[in-house]
């Protein structure tokens, strides 16, 4: 198979999301293909400081793309911020004066977002956000609801490491199992969705596979390399 980037989410997709724990099936498979040649890259809604330890500890490629495409890693002191986060707390607390319920999530501090707890109908907000003209737009991470600048997303943000590697469309697999993956699915050459992933997210990628989360990913990256191959 020839050299590819592998772009990976975390939540949901390497780890469950109630606990959080990474699966370490997955995390080896993952390592083997950076052995064989290839990059494994995060692209998480998680801080781009988490993924980037996570790469570091786990041995694959350490770049991060973290915040939903929010901000960038590729060193301990080297970061590129795409979004704004003062435009998404002002977001947020006029948001908590239509949908009191409204809370953030203890989360690894964001630069460039603010996260929340899924305790209220995410369409509402979003909906919230669209009639006042914030400048902003609100996902669903099946971890938590993030609060992003307009145009920020998990695609945006890892075109800049595909920038980094002189990277193509067809070199580029893309592996996860929420909303916030559409935008990574529609930039890579083949998308996979895992068995968690709900319908409307799975309509939008090239494969899906039954399998749930680390067991997905091992699935995911066994039918990859039959397509591949074929």
Do not use: W
């Not at 460039?112 to 995410?122: A, G, K, P, S, Y």
């Amino acid at each position: 198979m020839k050299p590819k980037i592998f772009a990976v989410d975390i939540d949901g997709t390497i780890t469950d999301n109630k606990g959080g724990r990474v699966d370490l099936d997955a995390l080896a498979a993952l390592r083997y293909l950076v052995k064989l040649g290839h990059k494994v890259i995060y692209v998480t809604g998680r801080s781009s400081i988490e993924a980037y330890v996570l790469s570091v500890f786990g041995g694959t490629t350490r770049i991060a793309v973290g915040e939903n495409g929010g901000i960038i890693t590729s060193g301990p002191n080297e970061h590129k911020l795409m979004g704004k986060k003062e435009e998404c707390v002002k977001a947020f607390e006029f948001l908590k004066t239509k949908i009191p319920e409204a809370i953030e999530k203890p989360v690894f501090p964001r630069i460039t977002e603010v996260v929340l707890e899924r305790n209220f109908d995410v369409n509402l907000g979003k909906k919230i956000f669209a009639d006042n003209n914030f400048d902003v737009q609100l996902t669903d991470s099946q971890y938590a609801y993030h609060i992003n600048s307009k145009g920020v997303d998990k695609a945006n943000g890892f075109l800049e490491v595909m920038n980094m590697f002189s990277a193509k469309k067809e070199d580029v697999i893309a592996i996860g199992d929420s909303e916030t993956d559409v935008p990574l699915f529609k930039l890579a050459s083949v998308s996979v969705a895992l068995g968690n992933a709900p319908e409307d997210v799975k309509s939008q990628a090239t494969l899906v596979v039954g399998g749930h989360a680390g067991d997905g990913v091992i699935e995911a990256l066994e039918t990859i390399q039959l397509k591949l191959l074929a």
